[in-house]
């Protein structure tokens, strides 16, 4: 068949059609680079993408949620009890072995909620992390079978515990949301799953991890349930919840924990913010599983898809060793730091709060505002655009394969400046005081005490200190957030050609702001989120007043047992 000046104006009343159907498969789920390739240099060379209607958008959102093709998914070889076993290949390298159960009548034909289940720990070895995961799978089995839900548990060996093992010192890797995603990813490849209708669960080390999951990356469940969690009593990190139902299942007795305290704190604060919780506490039981309340777990979920554009998305940045993404469901910050709450107050009106961001990108859609009208956004009570918005199959297709999620489709994209002036500044702190902790934070749980003491080993220190400074130039007559850090020591292992009295201005991009902590600050960060693997880092530098760039390789370093270290 010939293709007709593709996507012209005629062709795109008709998006359906076979002639478009293969340009979207080869750009969202190729079968090989070359594919994607060839497909995304035909898209980036068709203008007629870009100003299109409301109703080709929607032509292309259904084509899009049918999701890939069912010749490309795999025939389920037996249903039942059968538990199929694949290998993932992990961001950074590692291996996750993964068990699948699907639903006995399940059939690529229609798209399946996901049960995403990881189990306890650290676990003792690699083959005790592999039983543990197949335990996963069978404690779900009966009650996802009814309710027609696959269950997916990955072995999480990269979280055996290593040796050296003290009253201080359990060394034990994260299980990063990353490779989460690689295994849902995965499965997504291999089998029809309803990517509104995947749900993180887990039990102990697995349930902290779900809730770390669903703070940081609040936009890729329908929901969690943590089982006999450490809960958390983090304002700051919870907040990040709002659009993340959470089902808890624990018991008072539980003695694996530092206390009951943690849940019931992670209670009592979601229930202050009116988030969608529903916390279920035990009397008579410890740390266990609840597998007779599943069902009734299934059936609360069954309700809950997944909150694909809010009207409401918040960030808030927090010391937690899982941090929040840089973006959050429709609105993405430009650095790690970056607080906002971005609303939609009217069809044709967005209002957002913000500090430590100078620039924020909005994804927009006719799901949030009126794209055939005019749009005015507002940060910090002054407003930053007002004009008409095009929508782009282009971008739609972009934020598609971008996200790894066909409905969660995206039309129109803009990139607008936080105001930089005395009043912007005064509403952003105005913002975040509001989101002061009204309760104590408890103290940090065993399962992330343990996992920040073994960053920590792994990488002691950024090879430099400084302290803050203004920022060399020009000034203001107010006191503008963002800082300078001038060194004041250089490690041997610190970046090649740095120097004592040299000021930094951003070190991988990152900004330094007043009364963040400076060198602590890009510690903070630098240490959440290396891994084993090397990466680069750029250092924007002043030396003698004129610029000068440099990089540093950073990456975890070997475990440090205590008898190397002298205790």
């Known amino acids: 068949m010939k293709r007709q000046g593709f996507c012209g104006a005629a062709a795109l009343v008709a998006l359906c059609t076979l002639v478009f159907a293969f340009p979207i498969h080869g750009y969202l789920w190729p079968r090989s680079t070359a594919e994607f390739e060839s497909v995304a240099r035909v898209l980036s060379a068709e203008s007629a993408l870009t100003g299109v209607s409301r109703a080709q958008v929607q032509d292309l959102a259904e084509l899009m949620r049918a999701g890939r093709a069912a010749d490309r998914l795999l025939a389920p070889t037996s249903g039942g009890d059968s538990i199929q076993e694949f290998v993932v290949q992990a961001p950074g390298g590692r291996t996750i072995p993964v068990y699948v159960r699907l639903p006995g009548r399940y059939t690529p034909n229609a798209a399946w909620p996901m049960m995403f289940a990881m189990h306890g720990g650290p676990p003792g070895s690699e083959d005790g992390a592999r039983q543990s995961a197949l335990r996963m799978v069978r404690v779900w089995a009966e009650a996802a079978e009814r309710a027609g839900w696959i269950v997916v548990a990955p072995a999480m060996i990269s979280t055996v515990a290593r040796d050296g093992r003290t009253q201080d010192r359990l060394p034990y890797e994260v299980f990063h949301p990353e490779e989460a995603r690689a295994v849902i990813s995965a499965v997504r490849e291999r089998y029809r799953l309803d990517p ?121 940045p927090h010391p937690g060793i899982m941090p929040t993404a840089r973006r959050v469901h429709w609105i993405e910050a430009d650095n790690r730091q970056a607080a906002f709450r971005a609303r939609v107050t009217t069809p044709t009106h967005i209002d957002i709060e913000a500090r430590w961001a100078g620039e924020l990108t909005l994804f927009l859609n006719d799901e949030l505002v009126n794209l055939d009208e005019p749009i005015s956004v507002s940060i910090n009570g002054m407003t930053v655009f007002e004009g008409q918005i095009e929508r782009s199959l282009l971008v739609a297709l972009q934020e598609a394969r971008r996200s790894g999620n066909e409905r969660r489709l995206y039309s129109a994209r803009i990139h607008l400046a936080v105001p930089d002036t005395r009043e912007s ?63 004041t020591s250089v490690s041997t292992a610190g970046p090649a050609g740095l120097r004592s009295g040299d000021v930094i201005l951003t070190l991988g991009g990152e900004a330094f702001f007043r009364g963040r902590g400076g060198v602590a600050s890009a510690y903070e960060w630098l240490v959440r989120e290396l891994r084993e693997t090397p990466q680069s880092y750029s250092l924007s530098v002043l030396r003698d007043g004129l610029p000068l760039s440099l990089t540093h390789v950073y990456q975890l370093g070997p475990y440090v047992l205590p008898a190397e270290s002298g205790n």
């Not at 019931?264 to 309340?293: C, K, P, V, W």
């Not at 749980?445 to 792994?458: D, G, I, P, T, V």
């Open 196 to 316: 509104d209708r995947i749900v993180s669960t887990g039990i102990s080390l697995g349930s902290n991890f779900s809730i770390g999951y669903g703070a940081a990356h609040p936009d890729w469940f329908s929901a969690i349930v943590p089982v006999s969690t450490e809960g958390d009593s983090r304002e700051h990190l919870l907040r990040n919840l709002k659009s993340v139902p959470t089902y808890v299942l624990e018991g008072s007795q539980d003695r694996n924990i530092r206390g009951v305290g943690g849940p019931r704190s992670l209670q009592q604060i979601m229930t202050r913010f009116g988030y969608d919780l529903n916390y279920r506490e035990f009397g008579d039981r410890a740390h266990e599983g609840f597998q007779e309340h599943y069902p009734d777990v299934l059936r609360w979920l069954s309700g809950r898809t997944r909150q694909a554009n809010p009207r409401e998305a918040l960030r808030v």
């Open 425 to 487: 500044l005064e509403a952003g702190q105005a913002f975040w005081a509001s989101l002061d902790p009204q309760q104590t934070e408890g103290q940090l749980s065993f399962w992330e005490m343990y996992a920040q003491r073994a960053l920590e080993e792994r990488f002691p220190d950024v090879g430099f200190t400084g302290e803050e400074v203004a920022i060399p130039g020009p000034g203001v007559e107010w006191a503008p957030e963002q800082v300078a850090v001038r060194v």
